[in-house]
Structure formats: structure tokens, C-alpha cells
């Protein structure tokens, strides 16, 4: 079975500065999808970015990129200028629906800080 | 909106009480799933309906949880003879037939049963 693990409970970072959040995972499978989303207090979840396996060029949407390193089994998020509006629980999810079914497999979620 | 909708947003219940949570996923989205949020377990997969039938019941915590999906639309999940350790948040997400461009969240019913 497959496992996502988001090793920091919480982290804090000061408005404007960088943050990278750490996830690995654990799979044998060789074509997947990873995803990241953001939970803020209004619980609603919402799709921060995703990464195609097969692909080694990490992806990027504004503010938000990961550091996709398939051998190692990592993908961490790091997000630049952070913003108040940042703060939030973040989870790292898997998908292999190929065979093992559709649903995403989470992490246990990583809370965000900011600092003004 | 045309995002995924969930009602009601809180419910509160006393212990033995049956009841139905909804799920109005975003137009045309084929897969549907539950899941559930419990302080201090993280995310819970419950179950996936591709179209009105269930594949993957394998995440249902108990046969007091069931659910249904009409129309290729709305589901309900049911839970019969609420305890206190369901309480939790149940999220509904929908995606495209298969779901590696991601699942799209509604934001969820908190359950509380007293």
C-alpha cells in the first residue's frame, strides 16, 4: 500500500520570505501523480499543484513550486512571497488509479504560519 | 457556482440518530468520492462512484455507512446509528473519469453527535 509522509506538524515563515514544506512517499508503482492542497480554516480544500511522475520537470504555478526527486521519493513545496493569506494546513496526496483504484492517499497535513 | 457543493454544512446529532449527508458535484465530473477528516487521523478515504456504481467500497468504517449516487450526480452518504467517534468532517470531492488531474473538493459537513 501506499504511504505519504509530511514529516514537519508546523512551520512558520515571515511574510515575503520562503518556506518549503517536506513530503515523501512510499509506492512501487512508476507512473503516479502527486498533488498538493491547501486547507485553510474555511476547510475547504483546494488544489495547489500537481506533478506527472513521468515527467522530471518540477511544476510551477505562480507563487508555488516543488522539488520533484521521483528516486528518492520526495516532493516538497516551497512557496515564494509568502502571503498572510498562505496560512493554512497543507497536505501532500498520491494518486495511482491505473490499478489501485481512484482515491488520493494523504499526508497527515503540515500547518502553516505566517507572520506579518 | 460551478464548484462542488455539500449540505448541510453542520449537523449536529444525538447518539443512535440516522443521517444523510449530500453531495452536488461539479457538472460533468464522472468520479465522486467521500472521505473523512478526523482530528488526529488526517484523511480517510470512504468511498468512489464512478457513475451511479461503487467500485470501491473498501474505506466504509462500518455497515452503519453506506451511500448512493442517482442520476450520475448527486450522492448521499448515510450513516445509520450515529456513535460519537463519527464525528469528523466528510468531505466530498468529484473529478474527470480518472482522477490524475486531481480531485476537487467541496467543503464538507462537520458532524457532531452528542
Known amino acids: 500500500a501506499q504511504t505519504v509522509t509530511q514529516s514537519q506538524p508546523e512551520m512558520s515563515v515571515q511574510e515575503a520570505e520562503t518556506v518549503t514544506l517536506s513530503c515523501t512517499y512510499d509506492?512501487?508503482?512508476?507512473?503516479?501523480?502527486l498533488f498538493w492542497y491547501k486547507q485553510p480554516p474555511s476547510r475547504q480544500m483546494i488544489l495547489v499543484i500537481r506533478q506527472e511522475a513521468y515527467k522530471q520537470q518540477n511544476a510551477t504555478e505562480n507563487r508555488f513550486s516543488v522539488n520533484f526527486q521521483k528516486a528518492a521519493k520526495s516532493f516538497s513545496l516551497k512557496i515564494s512571497d509568502s502571503q498572510l493569506g498562505d496560512a493554512a494546513m497543507y497536505f501532500c496526496?498520491?494518486?495511482?488509479?491505473?490499478?489501485?483504484?481512484?482515491?488520493?492517499?494523504f499526508g497527515g497535513g503540515t500547518r502553516l504560519m505566517v507572520k506579518p | 457556482g460551478a464548484g462542488v457543493s455539500q449540505s448541510p454544512s453542520n449537523k449536529v446529532t444525538e447518539k443512535g440518530k440516522d443521517v444523510e449527508l449530500r453531495c452536488d458535484p461539479i457538472?460533468?465530473?464522472?468520479?465522486l468520492y467521500w472521505y473523512r477528516q478526523s482530528l488526529g487521523q488526517g484523511l480517510e478515504f470512504l468511498i468512489y462512484?464512478?457513475?451511479?456504481?461503487?467500485?470501491?467500497k473498501s474505506g466504509l468504517p462500518s455497515d452503519r455507512f453506506s451511500a448512493e449516487r442517482t442520476g450520475g450526480s448527486v450522492s448521499t452518504l448515510t450513516i445509520q446509528r450515529t456513535q460519537q467517534e463519527d464525528s469528523a468532517v466528510y468531505l466530498c470531492?468529484?473529478?474527470?473519469?480518472?482522477?490524475?488531474?486531481?480531485?476537487?473538493f467541496g467543503p464538507g459537513t462537520r458532524l457532531t453527535v452528542l
Open positions: 470531492a468529484s473529478s474527470l473519469s480518472r482522477g490524475q488531474g486531481g480531485q476537487f
Open positions: 509506492t512501487s508503482e512508476s507512473d503516479y501523480y
Open positions: 457538472s460533468g465530473h464522472t468520479a
Open positions: 462512484f464512478q457513475g451511479n456504481s461503487a467500485p470501491d
Open positions: 496526496a498520491y494518486w495511482s488509479g491505473w490499478d489501485a483504484g481512484n482515491m488520493l492517499t
